[in-house]
Every structure is written in C-alpha cells, then in structure tokens.
C-alpha cells in the first residue's frame, strides 16, 4: 500500500488522464513534545478525528504506544492541518488524492513507479510518513532547540558584546521553560529552567568584572535565590524518579510499605513546586529579570573587564579554572572526605561550562574529545551526589518515621543506596585518576 508525497497535483497530460472526485473534508491534529522529539526521531502521532494514529518510522499504528520516543514528556496539540479527500483514477490506475496546504499526498492500492515518476513524487511508508514530510517541510524554529549556546566565533569580539550573547541565549532557554513549569507539564522544563540558570551562575563566577560591581552583585543574588528555589524542586523530581526503581530493590513483602514513603515525597515535590511557581509568577522575579536583560543589553553599566578582549579573557579563565580542577583532585582517593568529592564535582562543573562557554569564541579544533571525557566524569559525580542526597532524605524518613513497616522499608533501601553510592564513589575516583593522567594533553587540546 504504497504512499507519495509531491508539491505539484498531478494533473491530466499525454500519458495520464486524471478524474477526480471529492470524498470529504478532514483535519489531522499532530501531537509532539515542546521541542518536537518525535518528529525529531523520525516518528509522529496524530489524530483524525476518529483514530489516534502513531506512526513509528515505519508504519501507522492505531493507538501506537510512543513514550520510548517521547522520553514521558508531555504532548501537545502542535498543528492542525486541513485536508481535503479525493478518490481519482489515472488511466487504469486508482487511488486517492490528500490534498494539505501546499502539499499532496498519494495512495495507490499497488506500487506505481511510473505514476510516481511521472508526477516526481516521493515513495513514504504510510500516510503518518506523509503527515511528517509535510510538518518537517513546513518548520518550526523548536524542531531545532538545544540548552547549548551557539554563536559565531569573533577573534576581535569583547566580553560584554559576547556575554551579551551568552546571557541572551541563556534567559531565551529560560523563558521557553517557563511556562512549562508553572503549568506543571513535565520535569523536563524545569531541568533545561536550571541548566541555565546555573550556567549563569557558573559565567558570572568566571567573568568578574564584565558588569559595574553594584550590579554584579545584584545578580548575582538574583540568580542565588532562584538557583535556591529550583535546586529543592528538581532533587524532589530526581528523587520521585527513583523512587519508582524501589519497588526493585525491595522483597515482595515490603513493596506495600513504600505507598506513604511516596505520598511523602510527593508532598514535599508539590510544595516546592508551588514555591517556585510563586516566584517564577512575582512581580520581584519578573522586575529582576527584566533588570538583567536590560543590563546585559546595555552599556550603561560596563565594568573594567567589559572592553576586554574575549578570546584572551577566554584562555585566561580557562586556566585558572582547570587550575583549580588540577589542585583540588590532587590526592584524591579512597579516603577522601565526601566533602572534597562534592567539591570536585562543582568544580569540573565548572570547568565543563567554561569550556562550552568559551570554545565558541577561542575555535580551537580539539575540545570535543575533552568534554566528551568531562561529561562521563561530571555524570559520575552527578550520580554520586545524587545518591547523597537520596541517603540523606532516606535517613531523615527512618529518623521521622513511626510504622515498622516503613521503618523495614527505609532501612533496607538505605543500605542499598549506600551500596550503590560507595560504588559510584569508585567509579568517579577512577574517572578523576585517568582525568589527572592525562591532564597536560588535555591542557594542550584546550591550547592553554
């Protein structure tokens, strides 16, 4: 049952006399994530009006399942598209004709090479294919977004014109996720929300003196407190994720115990959501935002570093950035305090952004590989801190707690998470040894 998409409407001609005949009208409402990740996997989900139709990459599925594409985020109604129905015939051939703006899609009942060749049409795989030809020719700016900042490199650009640019892409990446979390949609929104807000936090750090002092203070405050706000209502995210993996860690006779244990949790989520909804919706909030965005924009406020030269601002923060990685991982071991890991872990953070941050203003040729490793290392710490955390909250609800039943449950998923955590603890120990192994090429790929 083969399908061909074309820009043109085959039209009666020598070799192909066309009849149509209109069957009815029809609207197909295309569903996808915020930043389209079904289209993006090749795949799409729509409805007609009578079906719900999923269409894998390979064939329509009524009622498909497409959470393995979505990755559980939540879906939107993101176009509707009129379509008018026609039957036709062409010589001794019949199909039917789906007419959509600007667009026409063709079923036959049996391949038509010939037809198709004629006409210039391409061969999909099903009328889903054709819905996402179309969507994919029409665009849309968010089948393209990234938390990455992107700009050109600019050998004679100084800091504030390029962090003019940094920050501009960060409140961007900001104010599309907004929404998204007021509404309480997924928490996704909130993740990609606090990677900027920390990679801001994280440049501002680097780059002292871009801005008056007065106002990098200000700011900085600013993005303290909202960094306070977001980093309760993610770990409490974190936290609900993996407490659903629980029930694994758990006999079949101590599974029941955890139902409190996750009303707890998602009490405590739910009132630190409402607290950053709060904020995120205040007066103060939208007034200190707005204060940035005309700051950065601005030339009124330039601090003694804002004429500076990016591309030498950029090799200079970058050594002293891995300069303090080197020291603070050296003599790292077994032994070493949790303390000095979680420090280790802010600080290849750190290390991390600056690198992406700069790399777009420095173009040097070899700093893929580099944060290819850096991600694995900072992975590795993240998943350790995480268990931390999770150990930390478990041993508040054994300290709280009353029912045995909870009391079994806890412990038994402490010990567990305080298993997993000392393994990951190894894990990233070794990733910080090869990182100090191979520290001066690194050092060479970043050109510092």
């Not at 995480?386 to 039943?405: T, W």
Request: aromatic fraction near 10%; proline fraction near 2%.
């Amino acid at each position: 049952m083969p399908y061909y998409i074309s820009d043109v409407k085959p039209a009666s001609d020598r070799k192909f006399r066309l009849r149509y005949r209109k069957n009815k009208d029809l609207t197909a409402n295309i569903y996808d994530t915020f930043e389209w990740l079904l289209i993006r996997s090749g795949c799409l989900l729509f409805s007609d009006g009578k079906d719900t139709v999923f269409f894998n990459g390979n064939a329509d599925v009524k009622d498909g399942d497409c959470s393995g594409q979505s990755e559980k985020r939540h879906l939107f109604e993101k176009m509707s598209v009129d379509i008018t129905v026609h039957s036709f015939t062409a010589n001794d051939i019949k199909g039917i004709l789906y007419t959509l703006p600007g667009s026409y899609i063709v079923y036959t009942a049996e391949v038509q090479d010939e037809f198709a060749f004629h006409y210039c049409m391409e061969e999909l795989k099903s009328f889903g294919g054709g819905l996402l030809a179309y969507v994919k020719r029409k665009g849309d700016p968010m089948m393209s977004y990234t938390t990455r900042v992107q700009c050109a490199a600019d050998d004679s650009a100084v800091l504030h014109d390029s962090m003019e640019t940094v920050y501009g892409e960060l409140i961007k990446i900001m104010r599309l996720n907004t929404d998204g979390i007021i509404n309480g949609y997924d928490s996704e929104f909130l993740h990609d929300f606090r990677v900027s807000v920390r990679r801001t936090r994280s440049a501002m750090s680097m780059l002292k003196g871009v801005y008056e002092d007065a106002e990098e203070a200000r700011y900085k405050n600013f993005f303290r407190t909202l960094g306070g706000y977001t980093g309760r209502a993610r770990d409490m995210d974190v936290y609900l994720e993996e407490l659903e993996c629980y029930d694994e860690l758990l006999p079949d006779e101590m599974k029941d115990a955890l139902a409190p244990l996750r009303e707890h949790f998602r009490w405590e989520r739910d009132e630190s959501y409402e607290k950053l909804k709060n904020f995120l919706t205040s007066e103060e909030y939208n007034i200190d935002l707005a204060g940035w965005e005309k700051l950065i924009s601005s030339r009124a406020h330039i601090g003694r570093k804002g004429f500076v030269n990016t591309k030498k601002a950029a090799k200079k923060a970058l050594a002293k950035i891995f300069g303090l990685a080197e020291g603070i991982t050296d003599g790292i071991g077994a032994d070493t305090p949790a303390e000095q890991i979680h420090s280790v872990r802010i600080a290849f953070k750190k290390l991390r952004y600056c690198i992406e941050f700069f790399t777009l203003f420095i173009k040097e040729e070899n700093t893929a590989d580099v944060l290819t490793r850096l991600r694995a290392l900072q992975d590795s710490l993240g998943r350790y801190n995480d268990l931390s955390v999770q150990c930390v909250h478990m041993q508040e609800r054994l300290n709280a707690e009353k029912d045995a039943k909870v009391l079994t449950a806890c412990g038994y998923i402490l010990a567990v998470l305080t298993l997993k955590k000392a393994q990951e603890r190894e894990t990233a120990v070794e990733f910080i040894r090869i990182f100090r192994k191979g520290r001066k090429r690194v050092k060479k790929s970043l050109g510092i």
